[in-house]
């Protein structure tokens, strides 16, 4: 009993040594093994080196060569405008006279044409409701008649006083003016009816029927289309320029054509004849074509004009962005292979866009820009 109790202590104590030896071991493997997964893990997650585009330098501007030539250099005027006709008329119903100081209103009875229309000559237009100019017109004859017999009557005697001779001097003048008074009536009556005084086409009507007009009031355009010409505005400094049969360049749509200069702008106020009726054509420089206008071209159509005021053939001549001035002095940058230097220039005839060189330059050289 007493080796048996021996015996176990012995072998409790051996197995604990050993159990403590083997759990040492387990951790040295444990910590072998956690270090390789660290150092895998921090292996793997090692950051890739980021890849930089390549940055192209911005390009610097190259500033602009030129060979310098020779050619013709011109001052122009433009002028824009349109498609007139040399015979154009304003139309109005003329009844009454301006020095009578008629000028009471009369209504439109009927209107026979419309924009577009030809008409011949002397055809009628339009006429005025002269109802109320009837009834007027027999009222002063029937008066007039009255003062005609009055008149007689007094004219068979010879007065013996001087009042029987002032009231016959008055019954004169009271039947003159009963006359005068129905004479301006009946030229109303005359006049009550439109006609064309030329043949042509109607291009505008302001009246319809019923509206109320008073003498010498535009109602109508009329023009003759067989004679179509340029009308163009220029500014007065441009105007001083300008000479009857000088040419000039025409752009009528796409169309190009040459003409002459055959009128200028009047002087004074422009009018289409009587009553004040203003012709917008007057402001204009007429140009007559050299050739006919386009087929299908009216009166109306956008126009524009071109006239060569001054020029110069032959001549030495650069863009203006290629001067350079600085103290005075007006330079250009002339390259001479690899090496650049400066050259002063006179100038001589401008354009908006080109100037004549007359010394510095003879043409050929080759110059930079800005």
């Not at 349109?82 to 009578?100: H, Q």
């Not at 007039?144 to 007689?152: D, G, H, P, R």
């Not at 001097?169 to 005359?190: G, I, N, P, Y």
Request: glycine letters at 8%; aromatic letters at 6%.
């Amino acid at each position: 009993m007493t080796r048996g109790n021996d015996f176990y202590p012995k072998q409790s104590t051996l197995l604990f040594f050993k159990t403590v030896k083997t759990v040492r071991h387990a951790g040295w493997v444990f910590l072998l093994m956690l270090f390789t997964f660290t150092a895998c893990s921090i292996v793997t997650s090692e950051p890739t080196e980021e890849k930089i585009p390549d940055i192209t330098p911005p390009k610097i501007a190259k500033k602009p060569e030129m060979t310098v030539t020779r050619g013709k250099i011109a001052i122009t005027a433009r002028g824009q405008g349109m498609v007139i006709s040399e015979k154009e008329e304003t139309l109005f119903f003329d009844f009454g006279d301006e020095t009578e100081g008629t000028g009471t209103a009369m209504r439109v009875k009927k209107v026979n044409v419309a924009p577009g229309e030809q008409v011949e000559k002397g055809a009628v237009l339009a006429v005025l409701n002269t109802k109320d100019l009837d009834l007027e017109i027999s009222k002063k004859r029937e008066a007039l008649k009255l003062e005609e017999s009055t008149l007689i009557s007094a004219l068979r005697s010879v007065p013996q006083t001087e009042e029987e001779r002032l009231k016959q001097e008055k019954t004169v003048k009271d039947f003159r003016d009963k006359q005068r008074e129905l004479e301006v009536l009946e030229r109303q009556m005359a006049r009550a009816t439109l006609k064309a005084p030329f043949a042509g086409l109607i291009t505008q009507v302001s009246v319809k029927d019923g509206s109320e007009v008073k003498p010498y009031e535009p109602v109508m355009r009329l023009i003759d289309p067989s004679q179509l010409v340029i009308g163009v505005g220029l500014s007065q400094q441009d105007l001083t320029h300008i000479q009857i049969g000088m040419p000039a360049s025409i752009e009528v749509g796409a169309t190009q054509l040459t003409g002459k200069v055959m009128r200028l702008p009047a002087t004074g106020e422009g009018t289409g004849g009587r009553g004040n009726t203003t012709d917008e054509r007057d402001g204009f420089v007429w140009i007559k074509p050299d050739a006919p206008l386009p087929e299908g071209t009216n009166r109306g159509a956008f126009a524009r004009a071109t006239f060569e005021l001054l020029a110069k053939e032959d001549v030495v001549k650069v863009p203006k962005s290629y001067l350079n001035t600085y103290g005075g002095r007006t330079y250009v940058i002339v390259k001479e292979g690899d090496t650049k230097r400066e050259v002063d220039v006179e100038l001589g005839l401008e354009t908006a866009t080109e100037v004549e060189i007359i010394s510095g330059l003879k043409g050929g050289e080759r110059i930079v820009g800005k």
